[in-house]
């Protein structure tokens, strides 16, 4: 719903995940993931 938002991540692919710290963007995973694919991301970075 906002159009300024993926220009300014450099959003291209729909799912974008982003993970933010300090307000930067600390990691991102483009495209489907499988529930184990998410969990080992999620598990990676935080």
Do not use: C, Q, W
Not at 16 to 36: H, I
């Amino acid at each position: 719903d906002n159009p300024a938002t993926p220009p300014k991540y450099g959003i291209r692919g729909i799912p974008t995940l982003m993970l933010f710290k300090n307000g930067e963007v600390e990691a991102t995973k483009v495209g489907n993931a499988s529930k184990t694919e998410l969990a080992a991301f999620l598990d990676k970075h935080l």
